[in-house]
């Protein structure tokens, strides 16, 4: 058992070392469809280091699940999303049949 886990967290911090070079590689380049996905895999291979190799430390490991989600946030192309309050509420009212 101790020898997959270490397989796995050497395959994490692998993981992490590769997609964080590529985002620091990338940075200054032309967005693309998937830079959330770069920027992001780094963040995710933290988390899960955490929570397998730090049980108590489960609000270190929540903080960067939600580092995550704001960084795909960030990179979410959202031209025109807030010109009109309405287009983002639409599909919401039309779930709720308001």
Same mark, same amino acid.
């Given at each position: 058992?101790?020898?997959?886990k270490?397989? %796995?967290?050497? %395959?994490?911090?692998?993981? %992490? ?6 985002? *620091? ?8 469809? *998937?830079?959330? %996905? ?8 933290l988390?899960?280091?955490t ?12 903080g *960067? ?5 704001g960084?795909? *946030?960030? =990179? ?9 309050k ?7 009212? =039309?779930?709720?049949?308001?």
């Open positions: 058992m101790k020898k997959e270490n397989g %796995f967290n050497r %395959f994490l911090i692998t993981g %992490f070392i590769v997609f964080s070079t590529a985002f *620091l590689a990338f940075m200054n380049s032309e967005p693309h469809i *998937l830079s959330w %996905f770069v920027k992001t895999i780094p963040i995710a291979c988390p899960l280091f929570f397998l190799n730090m049980p108590g430390k489960r609000l270190l490991g929540g *960067l699940v939600f580092s995550g989600i960084d795909i *946030l960030i =990179e979410w192309p959202v031209e025109g999303l807030f010109e009109d309405n287009k983002v509420l639409r599909p919401f009212a =039309e779930i709720l049949k308001v």
